[in-house]
């Protein structure tokens, strides 16, 4: 399914999404050490709360047997129980429930971007329109997955600053 128009999406900031899944989702050799995990479980939070109606409303424009409506809306359930969900009382309690939501969050604005075809540069902030010239840039975390992004052709070598 395409989208039916850019004006039908809502503004969801998926590049901000992305960048703090990263923060918490780094590449191996990057350091966690002076992270608020607090702080940005709330901003995770909050990023879930505004992309699950979005999800869900993307996929309920698909067939019932659809399979990407399938996989949206269990994306959308798993998500839904993590935020019930609380973090563990011990050591690192709070930053492993962090991490899930990260995860949770990645696949979020991964089914929102598939299902309304809006794709941003993650290196610009700017929509990565269907005639621009674009990239895949993907980065292995320490979970053992990948975050997946697309960045302009043009923005993909540009230096970029260490967060």
């Known amino acids: 399914m395409s989208p039916e128009t850019q004006d039908d999406v809502a503004v969801v900031d998926v590049v901000s999404a992305r960048q703090t899944v990263a923060l918490l989702l780094p590449l191996p050799d990057e350091p966690l050490a002076g992270l608020d995990v607090d702080a940005l479980t709330l901003t995770l939070r909050g990023h879930m709360d505004r992309l699950i109606p979005e999800v869900e409303r993307w996929a309920g424009r698909l067939h019932r047997d659809d399979?990407?409506?399938?996989?949206?809306?269990?994306?959308?359930?798993?998500?839904?129980?993590?935020?019930?969900?609380?973090p563990n009382s011990g050591p690192g309690g709070g930053l492993a429930y962090a991490r899930k939501l990260a995860r949770s969050l990645a696949a979020l604005c991964d089914h929102f971007e598939t299902l309304t075809g809006q794709v941003m540069c993650v290196a610009c902030d700017r929509p990565i329109r269907r005639t621009d010239d674009a990239v895949p840039l993907d980065q292995v975390s320490t979970s053992g997955g990948a975050i997946t992004a697309r960045v302009h052709a043009?923005?993909?070598?540009?230096?970029?600053?260490?967060?």
């Open 67 to 86: 399979v990407p409506r399938y996989c949206a809306l269990a994306c959308v359930g798993e998500a839904r129980g993590k935020l019930r969900a609380r």
């Open 154 to 163: 043009d923005c993909a070598d540009a230096p970029r600053p260490r967060r």
